[in-house]
């Protein structure tokens, strides 16, 4: 050893780090602890297989784009398919407090109360004319039962009755017996006979291939074969979504709308737009149809109304059609509702709500982010692994290989921070519209991670 060198400075004992962790840790480890083993003992979780352990993400709380996990890990949640105004909204808390202290619920088969009238004035006047009355329901799988009922009563009133519904193979209109009926999809389909004649019109193209606009001559002759033209067997309502959500984050071909517009008015068939997923401005628009300039026969629209702070749906009907219920043999009206239907602090939440989409421009936004959220991920299509990357206003999607793929990839983007949902082959992103630039970033460059990783 050489001599010169000096000796190293001695070390300074340290305190070992504590083996148990502090009261206050541990108080929150146990409260975690015991949040997952009751939600594993008692919570029967939706759409889920029994083997999956939901409980491992328990959420406590939020804000803007952003939520935050029992075990105080932050997200950026691009999963919430009804979130518009994002978390803790000081303007809709407000409104759901008041309506809660002034009345919360008048049951509307006995009485009216402001909130519905001040809502369904709204929504009127946002929707093409035409479109001016509306029943208020708790959700969207009930907003199709009635829909539907509302259209085949429609022809039964008008003295040529019809009962066939033509409809997406493809397309998802809710849980319910009547709605899982109007869908091919494996996950809706249930044991009993369904409860009226349903044509499913099969997608004559890839997803990738069906936004083309070259694609839609075929997707139109597919549904004027399944209207027909035999009038003794024409369909009551053509029922779309003007993107199919559930059915694998397909974006349809401009000019499909209009064009079935057309389709109906040379049958005399009601043409039904599925507005759950797309209304108050997910879309780009605050209603989708918009986008083409087609007024439909009947709305129905949810998801976004509130914000998802309180359940509510909406169905809105044309004048014309609303008026034959007068000839209903029964009551003289429509047969159809729930005790909590339009729920005045439901409807209160959705009134603050649409102030929160003006003032803020949020539909606007949400086609500039979803824009930009799609040029910043086109590059994915040149990953092997990779099929498509598409999406409608602030919803965007990338199909990738295989279930497998996105299940791996949203996995990862959670691990990473980020809430991403799968659609079948597909990771999909719905931040709520109120996200800021630095969040969408967070989002492109934490899908483009995730993807990256799955299909390594």
């Known amino acids: 050893m050489d001599g010169s060198r000096t000796a190293a400075a001695p070390v300074t004992p340290t305190t070992p780090a504590p083996t148990t962790p502090a009261p206050a840790a541990r108080a929150r480890t146990d409260r975690a602890e015991a949040a997952r083993a009751r939600d594993r003992r008692h919570v029967w979780h939706t759409w889920s297989p029994l083997s999956a352990d939901r409980s491992a993400l328990t959420l406590t709380h939020?804000?803007?784009?952003?939520?935050?996990d029992i075990d105080g890990r932050g997200y950026v949640d691009a999963s919430a398919l009804n979130s518009?105004?994002?978390y803790g909204h000081p303007e809709v808390l407000r409104a759901i407090a008041g309506q809660a202290a002034r009345l919360h619920h008048a049951d509307l088969s006995v009485a009216g109360h402001e909130p519905a009238g001040l809502l369904a004035e709204r929504l009127s006047a946002h929707l093409p004319p035409g479109l001016s009355k509306t029943l208020f329901v708790n959700s969207g799988s009930e907003g199709f039962d009635?829909?539907?009922?509302?259209?085949?009563?429609?022809?039964?009133?008008?003295?040529r009755p019809r009962s066939r519904v033509v409809t997406f193979a493809r397309g998802y209109q809710g849980a319910t017996?009547?709605?899982r009926s109007m869908s091919a999809l494996p996950r809706s389909r249930?044991?009993?006979?369904?409860?009226?004649?349903?044509?499913?019109?099969?997608?004559?193209?890839?997803?990738?291939?069906?936004?083309?606009?070259?694609?839609?001559?075929a997707l139109l002759e597919a549904f004027r074969q399944a209207v027909?033209?035999?009038?003794?067997?024409?369909?009551?309502?053509?029922?779309?979504?003007?993107?199919?959500?559930?059915?694998?984050?397909?974006?349809?071909?401009?000019g499909f709308l209009r064009g079935l517009r057309e389709l109906c008015d040379a049958t005399g068939t009601l043409l039904v737009v599925d507005e759950v997923f797309t209304a108050y401005g997910r879309s780009g628009r605050m209603f989708a149809c918009l986008r083409e300039d087609v007024a439909p026969d009947i709305v129905v629209s949810s998801k976004g109304l509130t914000g998802g702070y309180v359940p509510l749906a909406a169905v809105t009907v044309q004048q014309h059609v609303h008026d034959t219920f007068d000839r209903d043999p029964v009551v003289g009206g429509l047969r159809y509702g729930h005790t909590t239907s339009g729920h005045a602090v439901a409807c209160a939440a959705a009134l603050a709500t649409l102030d929160v989409i003006e003032k803020e421009d949020l539909c606007a936004r949400a086609e500039h982010l979803g824009t930009g959220l799609l040029g910043r991920l086109a590059p994915l299509t040149r990953t092997e692994g990779v099929v498509d990357v598409r999406g409608l206003g602030l919803i965007v999607a990338v199909e990738t290989v295989s279930e497998e793929t996105a299940a791996r990839a949203v996995a990862r983007a959670r691990e990473q921070g980020l809430l991403l949902r799968q659609i079948g082959p597909s990771v999909v992103a719905v931040p709520p519209l109120v996200i800021d630039d630095e969040g969408a970033a967070a989002v492109a460059d934490g899908l483009t991670a995730a993807v990256a990783y799955a299909t390594a």
């Open 177 to 179: 017996l009547l709605s």
């Open 84 to 86: 518009t105004c994002g």
């Open 62 to 68: 939020g804000s803007g784009h952003r939520v935050w």
């Open 190 to 217: 249930h044991l009993l006979s369904p409860p009226l004649p349903v044509t499913l019109v099969d997608l004559p193209a890839e997803p990738r291939l069906l936004r083309r606009e070259e694609s839609l001559p």
């Open 228 to 254: 027909g033209d035999d009038p003794d067997d024409l369909p009551a309502a053509v029922v779309v979504e003007p993107f199919l959500n559930v059915g694998g984050a397909v974006v349809l071909p401009p």
């Open 146 to 159: 009635a829909a539907v009922m509302i259209a085949t009563s429609y022809w039964t009133h008008v003295g």
